[in-house]
């Protein structure tokens, strides 16, 4: 079956314009995340989504960063007025839930985003 | 918080030679356990996973790890690398009921012919 998909795989922004990353889940998972993978801090949680609850959003590194997933499939991750350390790669994974033990997360293969 | 380490940035090894990457975990609970892959321009891929039971475990493309609780550590091991070997390798621990990953800095793995 399909994986987790991203788009754009590659996305070049000038410094203060808004941008837009989509991921669509592998379908019948219901938790979905959002990482940052970037030189400087590595790779780093920055939201998650299970089901219909409210996301987890504490690991979004400023205001400027939001998500959204509707009808509990697809996910936008937004950021407003971009900066240039904003330029990373955003992974995108997804899981079965989540429960007494874990489920494995499935990954995406990323959005690099360049902020010039 | 937990936080994860991976002591070794990068590491050469010649193909067939055996092979251990480091990983020591902090986490006041018991930890959940992930080592995954990534190669160049993809995504990264689950290779094994530790969550209870038998402190050995194995995974894909004949990769095992160790968990040690006295030390806090989980290594990879392979006794024989082949080429295709050559990736990235992150360490991870789970936690909470949510288990977002968090990742160690990642151990970047060069294979010699």
């Known amino acids: 079956g399909a994986g987790v998909s991203q788009s754009p795989s590659n996305k070049v922004t000038e410094k203060g314009k808004d941008v837009e990353l989509r991921c669509d889940p592998i379908s019948g998972h219901t938790a979905l995340y959002w990482y940052r993978q970037s030189l400087g801090q590595g790779l780093e949680f920055l939201i998650y989504f299970q089901g219909n609850s409210a996301p987890d959003k504490s690991g979004l590194p400023s205001d400027r960063f939001s998500a959204e997933r509707t009808g509990g499939s697809v996910s936008t991750l937004t950021i407003q007025r971009t900066q240039q350390e904003d330029s990373a790669v955003y992974l995108c994974?997804?899981?079965?839930?989540?429960?007494?033990?874990?489920?494995?997360?499935?990954f995406g293969p990323g959005t690099r985003l360049t902020v010039t | 918080a937990q936080s994860v380490t991976q002591p070794d940035i990068h590491i050469t090894v010649s193909e067939g030679a055996s092979l251990e990457l480091r990983c020591n975990y902090s986490y006041g609970a018991t930890p959940y356990l992930f080592w995954y892959v990534q190669s160049p321009g993809q995504g990264l891929q689950l290779l094994l996973k530790y969550f209870s039971g038998d402190t050995l475990v194995q995974g894909i493309k004949g990769f095992e790890a160790e968990f040690k609780r006295s030390q806090s550590s989980f290594n990879l091991r392979k006794p024989s690398v082949h080429w295709s070997d050559a990736a990235e390798y992150f360490c991870a621990v789970g936690a909470n009921a949510g288990n977002m990953l968090t990742f160690g800095g990642g151990t970047r793995l060069m294979v010699k012919p």
């Open positions: 994974a997804s899981s079965l839930g989540s429960g007494y033990l874990p489920y494995e997360q499935y």
